[in-house]
């Protein structure tokens, strides 16, 4: 599977921006699709996770109550919705798909992510 992540920009703090991924293949619902993102100078991190179906949804500690992730297997299509946006959220945003099971205590674990999309550029200002 193919995915290109869009959707990314500029945004003042406090406000809202909804960023997407994109996947291409018709064996697209078989995969659970993941958020990470990095910011300069640091580690890719976990943001969030949608299962298969899109039954469960898994987030971050930093991330949880503020963001929303969704997806829509008939267009091929995974959403993350941010808002209450902080200048902490600023990184370049990845998705990822992992095949498989997927539960709460694996979902941050990058290398089990095995295709990624570009990345799209998310800042948000003070």
């Known amino acids: 599977v193919q995915l290109q992540a869009s959707g990314g920009g500029l945004v003042q703090a406090g406000g809202s921006l909804r960023i997407s991924c994109a996947a291409s293949?018709?064996?697209?619902?078989?995969?659970?699709v993941g958020w990470f993102r990095q910011a300069p100078g640091k580690e890719r991190e976990f943001v969030a996770t949608?299962?298969?179906?899109?039954?469960?949804?898994y987030y971050s500690d930093s991330v949880k109550g503020r963001f929303t992730v969704s997806r829509v297997n008939a267009n091929n299509t995974v959403y993350l919705q941010m808002n209450i946006l902080r200048p902490e959220d600023t990184a370049v945003y990845y998705c990822?798909?992992?095949?498989?099971?997927?539960?709460?205590?694996?979902?941050?674990?990058?290398?089990?992510?095995?295709?990624w999309g570009q990345g799209t550029q998310v800042t948000v200002s003070s």
């Open positions: 990822g798909a992992k095949s498989g099971e997927i539960i709460g205590t694996i979902v941050a674990i990058r290398r089990l992510y095995k295709f």
């Open positions: 293949g018709r064996t697209f619902s078989m995969y659970n």
């Open positions: 949608i299962s298969r179906s899109g039954d469960r949804q």
